[in-house]
């Protein structure tokens, strides 16, 4: 097999990225681990990802398909990102899984209540001595400066 130059190399190595970062955040210790969750042998998975002494390897795209379903990756996402369509693979769930991080779309709707739990909880950590009437205050302002910047949807 020739070793890809150029753009295909660089797009292999964002999905062998990708695809070590979703290993991690699933909990599979080992590379192995990953390929047997995927019903991939262990040979075929290290091309994925690649190895210390060798760089990702294209694979097929039916291997491909079975990462994508023993990921919960969005059908095609692979191929994507190999192909440069995509910086980022999407997961079945929506978040999207972008190198170095993943993004989670939030529910506006729901949003106002995870902040305002957070406040009240980061509030009574750092300043035991506060009310609740003060934690309210403060969870009321911030919520209207979320509205009045389109963040948090309008009252209703």
Request: a neutral charge; hydrophobic letters at 35%.
């Amino acid at each position: 097999m020739t070793t890809p130059s150029g753009d295909a190399a660089r797009h292999l190595q964002k999905l062998a990225t990708l695809v070590t970062q979703r290993r991690v955040a699933l909990g599979f210790a080992s590379k192995e681990a990953a390929a047997e969750a995927c019903g991939i042998s262990h040979t075929t998975y290290r091309k994925v990802e690649g190895t210390q002494d060798a760089p990702p390897q294209r694979v097929r795209d039916t291997t491909y398909a079975k990462l994508e379903i023993g990921f919960g990756f969005r059908p095609g996402s692979c191929k994507a990102v190999l192909e440069g369509a995509s910086d980022s693979i999407t997961l079945e769930d929506g978040t999207e899984l972008i190198e170095g991080g993943q993004v989670t779309r939030v529910d506006p709707a729901g949003l106002e209540g995870i902040l305002r739990d957070a406040v009240r909880s980061s509030a009574t950590l750092t300043r035991p001595d506060i009310t609740l009437g003060e934690v309210e205050a403060m969870n009321e302002r911030i919520v209207e400066d979320l509205r009045r910047r389109g963040i948090l949807p309008s009252a209703r």
